[in-house]
């Protein structure tokens, strides 16, 4: 069974970075696509970015230029590092496995300004 957690949120104000970490059990990210998605209060979950088998990262065009996506094979982790955090980045930030069928429980993130 695929699992994810979902760890590194937090507080920060506009302007600053964190960086999120996504660390796996019962599967190999790097066998594997893996998309960072955020869910804000009232709204539907979003695809933020996400990075393929062969390590192709592609991204929303609202975080293009301040998110990246990488993974490391070796600690079979993903992480979103998310710079110039603007208040509407707000959300609560999710780890999945594309087509798979489990979502963790996600790590709150909030910008203030």
């Known amino acids: 069974q695929v699992q994810v957690v979902e760890s590194g949120g937090g507080l920060v104000q506009a302007g600053g970075p964190l960086r999120l970490s996504c660390a796996a059990s019962?599967?190999?990210?790097?066998?594997?696509?893996v998309g960072w998605y955020r869910q804000a209060p009232g709204e539907q979950r979003e695809l933020v970015a996400s990075?393929?088998?062969?390590?192709?990262?592609t991204y929303a065009n609202f975080v293009k230029g301040r998110f990246t996506i990488s993974r490391d094979n070796a600690k079979n982790a993903v992480y979103l590092q998310m710079n110039s955090l603007k208040p509407e980045d707000t959300a609560v930030y999710y780890c999945?496995?594309?087509?798979?069928?489990?979502w963790g429980q996600g790590t709150q993130v909030i910008v203030s300004p």
């Open positions: 990075i393929t088998r062969p390590g192709t990262a």
């Open positions: 019962g599967i190999i990210f790097s066998l594997v696509g």
């Open positions: 999945h496995v594309i087509g798979s069928t489990s």
